[in-house]
């Protein structure tokens, strides 16, 4: 897994790290920003026995040991950026910061006897998931467990509002709510520098999945995020995924507009009938999703999201009939009159 290609030094000394990803996603960024002694790591990758010797090796090539990583920022929870805290964290005793919700969100979601597994399954199949998908679901969301274990045991807070210092700047602290609960953004206004983790990635929109038991509408939460930072001045973002790159303000725009154009779509997709958000998914999505449990589970956490704004915005009507003794009921959404 030795890749030459997947460090690259940015132009203001940073290092850019390609951690690689077995998704369709390719790789997660990693950032190395020097320090007076040692470095601060931002979002370390997924845990994997393959992921652990491409650091082994990548800090070999660079000449890094690993007890120079003293400080450890993670943007947001989720497995390809948390994954690896926890193992650096144990190698290194650097201090792991993240933000508070994120933190509890990776325990809940993660933890010793998490129920999360059961219940996103039991959502899900209230929203129409084919039964015979039930237990692969199940299996997938428990399989990030290992992904993101050990967890770290020393967690400190970082909270929007707050100002952080690493790499020599003084970072002004955001928050980004829709793709995670709790993600982080920094901001220089000096350089205009903007870490954005996965809030507003190039070429690729963030996943804005509904999720049982988290933000009630994520995709709202999403896009009043965007609105409430899209002032901001910047010269060059720093994303999680693909390439940093500097048309900030018309990222905005298109993801705003990528999003109201999905929620015309699926408008059109519920047409006259009633239909199951995983009906609706089949067709906005295809229905080869059914072999590939990762993106079906994205695919239908994402539909679930838009549904439920397009409930609020009056759109649609959701049908829920009550849960009877050993019966579930499918839930579904019908064009408004
Ligand atoms: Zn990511």
């Known amino acids: 897994m ?15 790290v390609k951690v690689p990803l077995p998704y369709s996603l390719k790789w997660v960024n990693a950032y190395l920003l020097p320090e007076q002694t040692g470095w601060t790591l931002i979002d370390p990758g997924l845990r994997s026995e393959e992921i652990e010797s491409f650091w082994n090796e990548t800090f070999t090539d660079l000449g890094i040991r690993l007890q120079d990583i003293r400080t450890i920022v993670l943007t947001h929870h989720h497995p390809d950026h948390y994954g690896l805290a926890g193992w ?73 509002g707050d100002r952080f210092s690493m790499g020599g700047t003084e970072w002004e602290v955001y928050g980004g709510e829709g793709h995670a609960p709790g993600h982080l953004l920094f901001y220089d206004r000096e350089s205009g520098w903007l870490i954005c983790g996965d809030q507003v990635l190039p070429d690729i929109t963030p996943n804005i999945g509904w999720m049982a038991g988290g933000d009630p509408d994520p995709l709202k939460s999403f896009m009043d995020s965007l609105r409430g930072i899209g002032h901001l001045d910047v010269s060059t973002v720093f994303p999680g995924h693909r390439n940093p790159y500097s048309s900030y303000q018309q990222r905005i725009e298109e993801l705003l507009g990528h999003h109201e154009r999905r929620i015309r779509k699926m ?59 050993g019966e579930r009921p499918t839930i579904r959404y019908r064009t408004a009159r």
């Open 2 to 16: 030795g890749d030459e290609n997947a460090v690259s030094e940015l132009p203001n000394g940073w290092l850019q």
């Open 88 to 160: 650096f964290q144990e190698r290194t005793g650097a201090s792991v910061w993240m933000s508070k919700v994120a933190h509890a969100n990776a325990l809940r979601l993660w933890g010793e006897n998490e129920t999360f597994s059961d219940e996103l399954t039991e959502a899900f199949l209230r929203h129409g998931l084919a039964e015979e998908l039930e237990n692969e679901i199940r299996i997938h969301m428990r399989g990030f467990r290992e992904k993101v274990s050990p967890q770290p045991e020393d967690v400190q807070y970082i909270a929007p």
């Open 267 to 325: 408008a059109e997709l519920i047409g006259d009938d009633e239909k199951s958000a995983f009906e609706v998914c089949e067709l906005m999505f295809g229905a080869r999703l059914r072999n590939n449990a990762h993106n079906l589970r994205f695919a239908l956490a994402e539909t679930i999201a838009h549904l439920v704004r397009m409930e609020k915005l009056g759109l649609i009507v959701r049908i829920e009939p009550a849960v009877t003794d």
